[in-house]
């Protein structure tokens, strides 16, 4: 694909999802799912492969997967933060297995209940047995932008990370704006930081759209070279180690975003409005989405 091209990764299957009050059926996000990959996109995020008394909304994790059509336009992603959950990936032949690692002390004790060392070591364990299984694999570096506990967060210490995760064989670096704290020149400063050291992996961004800087934050991660972004339908999701920590930077408002610069993602910009309205039907509530309320221009 060119460089005119970015890949969209829509994790509302997942991480739209989990902090949602309201159960939603295994039937419903199978029906997301399928939705989403309709209308375009090829790399799904479906499930977190945790303890379902830590995120209650994924404790159907194997059933999702097992229930999802087999569609060769598609690839399924699933996230694993410890042996225990790459084990329960392994076992229903998802294509793609995203590891998390906190850039802070403080986060990857509240998200993993462990050192950074400890999250860091197991993941360059893991990485050549999912390998090895035939998945492609990253590893996203939470609070790379911004810690709830810790304040500002070296871009050194994200560096390291990145550098051993591609050393270790990771096919994707993903820079996580877990808690919505990044600026453009954040943005800038540190994807340049970590593509000097990550060699031929690919890098991803992840950012949330707590203070209204999501899609001038994508904006700028595609103006540093970043070609992959992850983002949610509707703008669902946030974290819930962040104080009125707000959704995921919504698909559609990038979409638009990146249309109107003259990328192509892919994907029918309407049939994601389409889709976060349904959604929000789902859920009871009107998303954030900005185009989900105007529309697409020109009309």
């Not at 998802?94 to 850039?103: D, K, M, P, S, Y």
């Not at 930081?193 to 999501?214: E, I, W």
């Given at each position: 694909?060119?460089?005119?091209?970015?890949?969209?990764?829509?994790?509302?299957?997942?991480?739209?999802?989990?902090?949602?009050?309201?159960?939603?059926?295994?039937?419903?996000k199978?029906?997301?799912?399928?939705?989403?990959?309709?209308?375009?996109?090829?790399?799904?995020?479906?499930?977190?492969?945790?303890?379902?008394?830590?995120?209650?909304?994924?404790?159907?994790?194997?059933?999702?997967v097992?229930?999802?059509?087999?569609d060769?336009?598609?690839s399924?992603?699933?996230?694993?933060?410890?042996?225990?959950?790459?084990?329960r990936?392994?076992?229903?032949?998802?294509?793609?297995?995203?590891?998390?690692?906190?850039?802070?002390?403080?986060f990857?004790?509240?998200?993993?209940?462990?050192?950074?060392?400890?999250?860091?070591?197991?993941?360059e364990?893991?990485?050549?047995?999912?390998?090895?299984?035939?998945?492609?694999?990253?590893?996203?570096?939470?609070?790379?932008?911004?810690?709830?506990?810790?304040g500002?967060?070296?871009v050194?210490?994200?560096?390291e990370?990145?550098?051993?995760?591609?050393?270790?064989?990771?096919?994707?670096?993903?820079?996580?704006?877990?808690?919505g704290?990044?600026?453009?020149?954040?943005v800038?400063?540190?994807?340049?930081?970590?593509?000097?050291?990550?060699?031929?992996?690919?890098?991803?961004?992840?950012?949330?759209?707590?203070?209204?800087?999501?899609?001038a934050?994508?904006?700028?991660?595609?103006?540093?070279?970043?070609?992959i972004?992850?983002?949610?339908?509707?703008?669902?999701?946030?974290?819930?180690?962040?104080?009125?920590?707000?959704?995921n930077?919504?698909?559609e408002?990038?979409?638009?975003?990146?249309?109107?610069?003259?990328?192509?993602?892919?994907?029918?910009?309407?049939?994601?409005i389409?889709?976060?309205?349904?959604?929000?039907?789902?859920?009871?509530?009107?998303?954030?989405?900005s185009?989900?309320?105007s529309?697409?221009?020109?009309?």
């Open positions: 694909m060119g460089t005119d091209f970015i890949e969209i990764v829509e994790v509302g299957a997942r991480d739209g999802l989990q902090n949602e009050d309201e159960l939603v059926t295994t039937d419903d199978v029906d997301l799912v399928g939705r989403v990959v309709a209308a375009g996109v090829r790399r799904v995020e479906v499930a977190s492969f945790v303890h379902p008394k830590l995120v209650p909304q994924m404790a159907d994790a194997e059933a999702v097992g229930a999802l059509p087999i060769s336009r598609a399924y992603i699933g996230l694993v933060l410890n042996r225990r959950g790459l084990d990936a392994l076992s229903t032949g998802i294509q793609e297995v995203n590891f998390v690692v906190g850039a802070s002390e403080g990857n004790q509240a998200n993993q209940r462990a050192p950074v060392a400890e999250t860091m070591g197991g993941i364990e893991m990485l050549p047995v999912a390998a090895a299984a035939g998945m492609r694999t990253s590893v996203t570096i939470s609070v790379a932008f911004g810690c709830p506990f810790e500002e967060i070296p050194a210490a994200v560096a990370l990145a550098e051993r995760s591609a050393a270790t064989g990771a096919n994707e670096i993903a820079l996580g704006d877990t808690i704290v990044a600026a453009p020149g954040d800038a400063e540190r994807v340049d930081a970590v593509h000097s050291v990550v060699g031929d992996a690919a890098l991803r961004c992840h950012f949330h759209d707590t203070r209204n800087t999501g899609v934050n994508v904006v700028a991660a595609t103006a540093a070279g970043v070609r972004v992850d983002s949610s339908v509707g703008g669902t999701g946030g974290c819930p180690y962040a104080p009125n920590a707000t959704g930077v919504p698909t408002d990038v979409l638009y975003a990146l249309h109107r610069m003259g990328y192509d993602t892919g994907i029918d910009l309407p049939a994601m389409d889709i976060g309205h349904w959604l929000g039907s789902l859920l009871g509530k009107p998303l954030p989405s185009l989900g309320r529309g697409p221009w020109p009309l």
